[in-house]
């Protein structure tokens, strides 16, 4: 077979599929334009029971979006539904967590002034929780003062035999303020009296009202070793007073490496560095800390040991309180030392 007949058969091929698709069209039409039924509604009135419209059925197309929209999004507008605005979450701000002071001490005694309600003292010992070294004999409070750090925050507001001691606590600047707290000796919290024995020996009925026995006169307060008594206080022990007495310059030679310390900006010596200190020896019980600088002995500058050994000789028959300036990292303290009591 050659091309020629393949070209004519395929021509004869595409004229009949187009007169067979010419004729489908034209039925069509007519049968529209004459509305003619598409199915025997005769028939099917007796097969159904019921009864239709005359008038043949109009369809239509709608888009499935439209449908959703309308039907089921109940979106008749035909707008786009706003996307929903998650609500804002509040800042959540965490109360700062505070230990209660019962946590971190406890009373020992509390000696009341009912006069003088200012002159009233508590000796507190802290527990291990508080973290507090140097307090080994009790931290002796008054009004106004401060529990040791990290715990300065604490500020005693009043002291009473029969309501224990109240703390007020300084806040920073916008967090919330924190309530006073009471520490109350525990045998008040057992309900614990204190019994008084006669001369005869034998035990006189405790006075309810009286929780803490005032004395006028108490003994003198003579530590062995040096003590603290409150913030930068302390209290010379007799027996280290003895020992720096007698070597004074030995006790700092082995105990503290220490140089003279020149003003950096006059290049002048104004004082006595500390670069380390001994840890438990008597140094270290008067309070002595690493970087600290020796500026003044009741306000006679030192520059040297030498010059402070030979001024607390010289003075300490005659002075039993010494106000010893230190500076540290541009900080100045006043730390005091009272002599033992003879």
Partial sequence: M???????????????????????????????????????????????????????????????????????????????????????????????????????????FIQEDSDAPAASSALIAYKPAANV????????????????????????VSISASEGVTFRFEVPEGQEARENETLLPSTFKRGVDIAYVGEDGEVRTPNKTIAVRVVDSPPPYRPKKTTPIDKNHFQ????????????????????????????????????????????????ARHGAQEGDVVKSINGHPVTSTAEAITYVKNNQDTTSTWNVVVENKGRERTVTYESPPQ
């Fill in 236 to 283: 010379i022990g007799y027996e280290d007073a003895f020992l720096f007495s007698e070597d004074a310059a030995g006790i700092i030679a082995r105990e503290v490496r220490h140089r003279r310390h020149r003003d950096p900006r006059t290049g002048k010596f104004d004082g006595i560095e500390i670069q380390s200190v001994k840890v438990g020896g008597i140094a």
């Fill in 2 to 108: 050659n091309v020629s007949t393949i070209k004519t058969l395929t021509w004869l091929a595409a004229a009949g599929i187009t007169a067979a698709l010419g004729w489908t069209v034209y039925d069509f039409v007519q049968k529209k334009d004459s509305a003619d039924p598409l199915f025997d509604q005769a028939f099917a009135r007796q097969k159904l029971g019921v009864r239709f419209d005359d008038k043949p059925v109009q369809t239509g197309t709608l888009q499935s979006t439209m449908v959703a929209k309308t039907f089921y999004d109940l979106n008749w507008t035909g707008k786009p539904k706003p996307k929903p605005v998650e609500p804002v979450k509040p800042d959540v701000v965490e109360k700062p967590r505070h230990t209660p002071v019962e946590q971190l001490a406890r009373v020992l």
């Fill in 133 to 156: 070294q140097g307090y080994s004999l009790g931290h002796s409070l008054k009004v106004g003062d401060t529990l040791a750090r990290p715990h300065d925050s604490a500020v005693v």
